[in-house]
């Protein structure tokens, strides 16, 4: 009932999951991401336990295809789930269950991974994964919703609409953009818009957080508002 793109930026080793269902607050849970390792998408009926246990797994070194094989392995409803997972040496593993309904299925390219169920058909992924390649000089959030654009164009969940989530990290353990659109009538329009509500301030604020080498950020709100007002500005 869902399909998603985990990609990584290779100008900023970020990486970032992009979904879409007919469900409700699919953000919720379908994409973890462990900052500089790797991330995980869990869906079709989905286990929330991929996810948490996945990035266990993948802060104590382990291989995408060991995390897939084990948590699978462990689970008696791995035949209903789906589950793609992408490390930061771009290694790709996937399983889509045999009771996943049609169609369902993976593909994977050079530094992304698609996988989705429930959907209109094979060209979902095909064009997800045609305009992530074609759009390379976007901007890493506006890239990854373009491919997921292309994707409902082809058809996206064969049921319609619902919700959408675009979750993106950088360096440091929080995320640097995690927008959810929980329940709307063209989510991914919606995630489209509020990403650009992000650009306003947002992306110039995060700027000024804490960090692991600097812990307590830039906390003079003179300084602070200064620097978003000349980034503001800069780019009227």
């Given at each position: 009932m869902t399909w998603s793109i985990i990609a990584r930026d290779t100008s900023t080793g970020q990486f970032g999951i992009a979904v879409a269902t007919k469900f409700f607050a699919v953000g919720a849970r379908v994409p973890f991401i462990a900052a500089r390792l790797g991330a995980i998408a869990t869906q079709a009926l989905v286990n929330p336990y991929y996810g948490i246990d996945g990035l266990k797994r993948l802060r104590e070194g382990g291989a995408p295809r060991d995390?897939?094989?084990?948590?699978?392995?462990?689970?008696?409803?791995?035949?209903?789930?789906?589950?793609?997972?992408?490390?930061?040496?771009?290694?790709?593993?996937?399983?889509?269950?045999?009771?996943?309904?049609?169609?369902?299925?993976?593909?994977?390219?050079?530094?992304f991974s698609i996988a989705g169920n429930m959907l209109a058909g094979a060209q979902v992924l095909d064009?997800?994964?045609?305009?992530?390649?074609?759009?390379?000089?976007?901007?890493?959030?506006?890239?990854?919703?373009?491919?997921?654009?292309?994707?409902?164009?082809?058809?996206?969940?064969?049921?319609?609409?619902?919700?959408?989530?675009?979750?993106?990290?950088?360096?440091?353990?929080w995320s640097e953009l995690d927008l959810r659109v929980d329940d709307h009538a063209d989510p991914l329009v919606e995630l489209e818009r509020i990403e650009a509500v992000s650009r306003e301030h947002w992306a110039h604020f995060r700027k000024v957080l804490p960090t692991r080498k600097n812990p307590a950020g830039i906390i003079d709100r003179k300084s602070i508002d200064a620097s978003i007002e000349a980034a503001v500005a800069g780019r009227k």
């Amino acid at each position: 009932m869902t399909w998603s793109i985990i990609a990584r930026d290779t100008s900023t080793g970020q990486f970032g999951i992009a979904v879409a269902t007919k469900f409700f607050a699919v953000g919720a849970r379908v994409p973890f991401i462990a900052a500089r390792l790797g991330a995980i998408a869990t869906q079709a009926l989905v286990n929330p336990y991929y996810g948490i246990d996945g990035l266990k797994r993948l802060r104590e070194g382990g291989a995408p295809r060991d995390i897939v094989d084990g948590l699978v392995a462990a689970d008696a409803g791995r035949e209903t789930r789906q589950l793609h997972v992408m490390d930061a040496a771009g290694r790709i593993a996937s399983h889509t269950g045999r009771e996943c309904i049609d169609w369902c299925g993976h593909i994977e390219g050079n530094g992304f991974s698609i996988a989705g169920n429930m959907l209109a058909g094979a060209q979902v992924l095909d064009d997800t994964a045609k305009a992530y390649l074609a759009n390379e000089l976007l901007p890493f959030p506006q890239r990854l919703i373009a491919a997921m654009r292309a994707g409902e164009s082809a058809g996206g969940d064969k049921r319609g609409k619902q919700s959408a989530a675009l979750l993106i990290y950088g360096d440091q353990e929080w995320s640097e953009l995690d927008l959810r659109v929980d329940d709307h009538a063209d989510p991914l329009v919606e995630l489209e818009r509020i990403e650009a509500v992000s650009r306003e301030h947002w992306a110039h604020f995060r700027k000024v957080l804490p960090t692991r080498k600097n812990p307590a950020g830039i906390i003079d709100r003179k300084s602070i508002d200064a620097s978003i007002e000349a980034a503001v500005a800069g780019r009227k």
